[in-house]
């Protein structure tokens, strides 16, 4: 079996496979889910998402699917989790960048796919679940550059990101509510967190949009810019920034702050500081404190 696919199915991903495998796991009312493997191992061939290494240490993924406004299907997930699952799991890659176009990061979740979804399906193979990977299994940074369309599942994915960036035009929304349903990726629980009960009750009960500059000042945006290009140039910097620093001291950073999410101030603090204990058991604060003290760069081995 190919590296990556042997992975994605040790991470629970297991939509991903030979026809024959998917034809097993799948559900038989959403759309089959083919990934290529080109024929010498090398990277699989994606169909609704670009992959590429734009900077040293940066992986980006590119949500592609046009013409329906980078619509989140089941297959444009599957192969998102499968991109993931491999930048995870490469040595060269440190910190992750998640986009869209200009115009659409993501319109929302697949309405078209979902319309014919029964309650005893979407229940017993349990629709959308695998979304969550991304924030379960993925412990490197992930940055998310949103211009255009952020709605529904594509405001979700968004605010499943570590940091958020986006176009102070871009279009932030929940409207599940005008299609006779509900927030069921997350957004419920993170908008809320993100921007406050009583903004996040308006904004899913209305289905009203909120803009990027809206964002900013909410805090559900990390910054917002004047355009896509400087959103793109902007967030791959910050991505390389974090590129350069010891793997091990940035996976330990996201994984507190993470937890600040789910614990109370006390327990969190004391897991923070077992964590930073930890630490002092890498090599690479040696070399970080060292480099210091002798106003040199320092050269992690990140171990
Ligand atoms: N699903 C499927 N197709 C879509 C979606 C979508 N969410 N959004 C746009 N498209 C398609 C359109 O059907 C159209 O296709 P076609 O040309 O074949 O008719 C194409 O994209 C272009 O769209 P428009 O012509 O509508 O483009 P406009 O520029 O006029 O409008 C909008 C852009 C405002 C973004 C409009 O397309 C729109 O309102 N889209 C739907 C937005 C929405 O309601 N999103 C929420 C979906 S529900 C959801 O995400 C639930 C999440 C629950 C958990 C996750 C489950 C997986």
């Known amino acids: 079996m190919h590296p990556a696919a042997r992975l994605a199915l040790r991470s629970g991903l297991r939509s991903v496979g030979t026809t024959a495998q998917l034809s097993r796991f799948q559900p038989s009312t959403l759309p089959r889910v083919v990934v290529r493997f080109s024929s010498t191992g090398g990277n699989p061939q994606y169909e609704f998402i670009q992959v590429t290494e734009p900077r040293p240490g940066v992986g980006q993924i590119t949500l592609n699917r046009p013409k329906a406004l980078n619509a989140l299907s089941t297959p444009l997930i599957t192969e998102l989790n499968l991109a993931l699952s491999s ?18 990061f993501a319109a929302g979740a697949d309405i078209k796919e979902m319309a014919p979804l029964t309650f005893s399906s979407a229940y017993t193979n349990s629709f959308i679940e695998s979304w969550s990977n991304l924030t379960t299994a993925l412990k490197k940074p992930l940055i998310a550059a949103v211009s255009g369309h952020a709605l529904g599942g ?26 006779g349903t509900i927030p069921g990726a ?21 289905g009203k ?43 330990a950073a996201k994984e507190v702050v993470n937890k600040s999410q789910d614990l109370g101030l006390r327990d969190g603090v004391e897991f923070e500081r077992r964590v930073f204990h930890a630490l002092f058991g890498s090599e690479d604060q040696k070399i970080g404190m060292k480099a210091f003290a002798e106003k040199k760069k320092a050269e992690w081995k990140h171990q």
Do not use: H
């Not at 997350?186 to 904004?203: H, I, P, W």
């Open 186 to 206: 997350g957004g419920s629980q993170r908008l809320t967190r993100a921007v406050g009960k009583a903004k996040a009750m308006e904004l899913i009960l209305t």
């Open 209 to 251: 949009s909120f803009s990027g500059e809206e964002a900013e000042k909410w805090g559900v945006a990390a910054r917002s810019y004047g355009s896509y290009e400087e959103l793109m140039e902007q967030a791959l910097k910050t991505a390389e920034v974090i590129a350069g620093y010891s793997k091990v001291a940035v996976q």
């Open 87 to 104: 930048f995870q799991s490469s040595p060269t890659t440190s910190c992750i960048l998640l986009t869209g176009s200009e115009k659409a």
């Open 154 to 179: 594509g405001c979700e994915l968004a605010l499943m990101a570590d940091i958020l960036y986006c176009t102070k035009t871009a279009n932030f929304g929940q409207p599940e509510i005008k299609l």
